[in-house]
């Protein structure tokens, strides 16, 4: 079924109303049709002009991706840290435990000296 539209121009508030519209198609062996129909008239449609809707929220959308940005940023940064002074412990650790060769301690170079003949 084809849509047919009917475009009205300076219509008034008196025009609402029901209104029957008849149609006659020669394809169809001048077969009629109709339709019945309410119109209603409102005011104008005024368009609205957007630009600066769109401008504000392009710049409050730019400002909270940067937001999560700086803050996935600071994230990624702190983790680096942090492992890199957890490497640093473990370095530290691991020298210190194997470094007993002056204190005596078990496990020292100075229990491995043989004792000295009197």
Known sequence: MNNISILLRNLEFSDTGKYTCHVQNPKENN???QATIFLQVVDK????DNTVTLIILG???GVIG?????LLVKKVIAFIIKKTQEKKKECL???SGNDNTENGLPGSKAEEKPPTKV
Request: hydrophobic content about 60%.
């Open 66 to 70: 940067l937001l999560i940005f700086i």
């Open 93 to 95: 650790v691991s020298s």
């Open 45 to 48: 449609l005024e368009e609205v």
């Open 31 to 33: 077969f009629r049709h």
């Open 59 to 61: 710049v409050v959308c």
